[in-house]
DNA sequence: AACAGCACCTGTAGGC
DNA sequence: TGCCTACAGGTGCTGT
């Protein structure tokens, strides 16, 4: 899953766990948490959720005693509350409440993480910041500086959190800009377009409920609408939605990155 | 310090 | 049908 915009769709349907205490929690796969299973287990057991919240592409459990629980979901992750036949056999770690809700964490290759963090502790250090405000992305932007291409920029969730690979090609088309493109080559009229062009995009894909290419589901294991409006991600060889001629793709940063070479001069 | 490369996993799609 | 390779919304470690 992924994105800020499909993390922060699961987010907004996880209000409906807020205020049930955690009876139970079984770990199936040791390494989707990020301490030994038992402790983990100990931790939450017994606990109430009071908030869910989100920052970058992190799920925020807040919990009593502001001891606080992160979900990552990498690539393929997914919570769900009910689990469905196809799933069974990627379900990595259960929650049930004492209401008799459940919470399923269900996770294809693996990769995603859930971690617990006491209340001292300075969660997710580093985190950029929430890209929705353009002043503030503009700013942020302004004190940045790189050789590295801007596409690499935009992935790096220490500048900015919660941008990934669809949203990066997104923005960039919308934007003018060539992906190559040197970041501290990039005038003041590109920083103000990317500024702008940023919390739109993510905006418009959360109110669409996020872009499903193939795993990503929101809690009631259904898809977004988003991926019916890319006009550059996923693309290449289709026209370009302005200008007609052929979205190309190249790899940068091991990433693959679409574009149309006629919007978006190098 | 910054960056490239690879590791972590599993499934799927496409070529032969 | 089957085998093989490339690729996938992401990050984190290691070596240069």
Redo the contacts with the bound molecule.
């Keep these: 899953?992924?994105?800020l915009p499909?993390v922060e769709t699961v987010v907004r349907e996880l209000v409906d766990i807020e205020n049930k205490k955690i009876k139970k929690v079984q770990v199936f796969n040791v390494?989707s948490v990020e301490m030994q299973a038992k402790a983990f287990v100990k931790k939450l057991v017994g606990k109430k959720v009071l908030k869910v919240g989100r920052r970058?592409?992190y799920v925020l459990l807040y919990l009593v005693d502001d001891d606080i629980v992160t979900v990552?979901f990498?690539?393929t992750g997914k919570l769900v509350f009910h689990l469905e036949n196809r799933d069974l056999?990627y379900l990595r770690v259960q929650f049930d409440f004492s209401d008799g809700a459940h919470l399923y964490f269900v996770d294809?290759?693996?990769?995603g993480r859930i971690k617990f963090w006491n209340s001292n502790e300075d969660i997710l250090p580093g985190l950029g910041i929430e890209p929705f405000n353009p002043q503030q992305i503009l700013r942020a932007l302004k004190q940045f500086s790189?050789?590295?291409e801007i596409k690499?920029v935009l992935?790096d969730?220490s500048l900015l959190a919660g941008i990934?690979?669809?949203y990066a090609d997104e923005v960039l088309f919308l934007s003018g800009i060539h992906p190559l493109t040197p970041f501290d080559q990039l005038e003041e009229i590109h920083m103000k377009e990317l500024s702008k062009q940023i919390p739109r995009v993510l905006n418009k894909a959360i109110n669409r409920m996020g872009?499903?290419?193939?795993?990503?589901r929101t809690t009631k294991n259904i898809g977004g609408e988003n991926q019916n409006y890319l006009k550059v991600y996923g693309q290449k060889d289709r026209p370009c939605t302005k200008c007609k001629r052929k979205i190309e793709k190249v790899v940068i940063?091991?990433?693959?990155s679409h574009f149309c070479p006629n919007c978006q001069p190098f």
């Design positions: 899953m992924p994105e499909e390494s970058g592409k990552h990498r690539m056999n294809i290759r693996k990769f790189s050789k590295r690499k992935l969730q990934g690979n669809i872009t499903t290419l193939s795993d990503y940063g091991g990433r693959s």
